[in-house]
């Protein structure tokens, strides 16, 4: 498989806890996104890489939220001390040129 | 006002039927047009992209752009039941990130 894989599908924690997400794109594409998706709404988007570099980051991405891509290839969302409202779809895309390309995301349930 | 706007439906059409999605933008400096389909409970599939005035057709997918209007539609020709998802119109501006609408859930009845 080829595609953009995002790791782990599902994940249930409680609230205040940690979490973290992984995200490995097409091989050959130095673009990554991290979009977030709750119910009902289009993916909103909180933050992009070219390569290692994040170049830009949403008015979303609170403090509790780090990415990073060490080495321009795959990349980890954390969520510190999670909320009920991070509940979501965790959504990564890859691009070269401008059409993007989704992984399976992550959903996450904050209890 | 939002950036990227769908008729949130749901639109019903028979099978065989064309189905019609609609969608607008505000940020007139906006350059490439997408259309993602979304199945319940899975990630966004790209099915078209759109860069300039008028049609691209692909298959039984037609595009079809107008910048002027800042309008963008997708025409599904000979609707199948498999077709039944949730359309996302997402529009990449000057900043290198989609700006999605809502989405429209579309229901081809057999």
């Known amino acids: 498989d080829t595609g953009v894989s995002q790791d782990p599908r599902h994940k249930i924690t409680k609230r205040g806890q940690n979490v973290t997400f992984r995200c490995d794109p097409i091989?050959?594409?130095?673009?990554l996104y991290w979009y977030r998706q709750t119910l009902g709404q289009g993916p909103e988007f909180l933050t992009y890489?070219?390569?290692?570099?994040?170049?830009?980051k949403s008015r979303l991405l609170s403090d509790r939220f780090s990415a990073e891509r060490p080495k321009g290839s795959f990349s980890t969302l954390e969520i510190q001390r999670t909320e009920q409202g991070d509940s979501a779809m965790y959504l990564c895309?890859?691009?070269?040129?401008?059409?993007?390309?989704f992984g399976q995301g992550t959903r996450l349930t904050v209890v | 006002q939002k950036e990227v706007e769908q008729n949130s439906g749901p639109l019903s059409v028979p099978e065989g039927a064309i189905a019609s999605l609609n969608c607008t933008y505000s940020?007139?400096?906006?350059?490439?047009f997408f259309w993602y389909r979304q199945y319940s409970g899975k990630s966004p599939e790209l099915i078209m992209s759109?860069?300039?005035?008028g049609d691209k057709e692909d298959g039984r997918f037609t595009a079809q752009l107008n910048k002027a209007s800042q309008y963008v539609s997708l025409l599904i020709r000979d609707s199948q039941p498999s077709d039944s998802a949730t359309y996302l119109c997402?529009?990449?501006?000057?900043?290198?990130?989609?700006?999605f609408g809502s989405g429209t859930q579309l229901t081809v009845l057999p």
């Open positions: 895309a890859s691009e070269e040129g401008p059409e993007a390309f």
């Open positions: 890489f070219q390569n290692e570099a994040q170049l830009e």
């Open positions: 091989s050959e594409h130095n673009r």
């Open positions: 997402a529009v990449m501006g000057s900043a290198r990130q989609l700006t």
């Open positions: 940020d007139r400096v906006s350059q490439s």
């Open positions: 759109i860069y300039s005035n």
